[in-house]
T-cell receptor, first 108, second 116 residues
């Protein structure tokens, strides 16, 4: 089956810093979503982005489907950005397979 | 819009008993719901796909007799962990899709199950 790897696995930032999270997938995908899992376990939809670029406030995402990767940019990070970021891909089965995750900690 | 409610948020049960977890789509109809399991500090693992009015389809390695799924209506899917054992302790999360198969997923807040 498809493999979905995220990097880096762990990231510590000082408040105000910028970061880029990467999601690589081993096969073509029809859909891709980015999620933030907060410390209470809640999964928050960030982006539905099968291709192209989207922006929402301090967050933006780019998916290059032909090269099998997606990037999530976080600018001016805040302590509330802490948690785990997951990408999830649909390889054409209408089921989403989750990536390995990036655990982010933002220090005040 | 697209709110998914999951209940209970936490449950503790004794070994050998069964536990039912409910997943409801509050403001949309969900012909398909998905159940995921997450171990501590790990990613989400897809357990099964729940289709309204038909049998669930389970991923490889998931025991269908252990994890019973029922999708009786367009807004409700349930996961019953039968004869629970401590190794079933985990975080279970449901998700639902509104509309077309390629629509984005929306997740419930999860259920933390502890089996003693």
């Amino acid at each position: 089956g498809i493999q979905v790897e995220q990097s880096p696995p762990d990231l510590i930032l000082q408040e105000g810093a910028n970061s880029t999270l990467r999601c690589n997938f081993s096969d073509s995908v029809n859909n891709l979503q980015w999620f933030h899992q907060n410390p209470w376990g809640q999964l928050i939809n960030l982006f539905y982005i099968p291709s192209g670029t989207k922006q929402n406030g301090r967050l933006s995402a780019t998916t290059v489907a032909t090269e099998r990767y997606s990037l999530l940019y976080i600018s001016s990070s805040q302590t509330t950005d802490s948690g785990v970021y997951f990408c999830a891909v649909d390889p054409g089965t209408y089921k989403y397979i989750f990536g390995t995750g990036t655990r982010l900690k933002v220090l005040a | 819009g697209a709110v998914v409610s999951q209940h209970p948020s936490r449950v503790i049960c004794k070994s050998g008993t069964s536990v039912k977890i409910e997943c409801r789509s509050l403001d949309f109809q969900a012909t398909t719901m998905f159940w995921y399991r997450q171990f501590p500090k790990k990613s989400l693992m897809l357990m099964a796909t729940s289709n309204e009015g038909s049998k669930a389809t389970y991923e490889q390695g998931v025991e269908k007799d252990k994890f019973l799924i029922n999708h009786a209506s367009l807004t409700l899917s349930t996961l019953t962990v039968t004869s629970a054992h401590p190794e079933d302790s985990s975080f279970y999360i449901c998700s639902a899709r509104a509309g077309r198969p390629a629509a984005p997923l929306h997740f419930g807040n999860g259920t933390r199950l502890t089996v003693t």
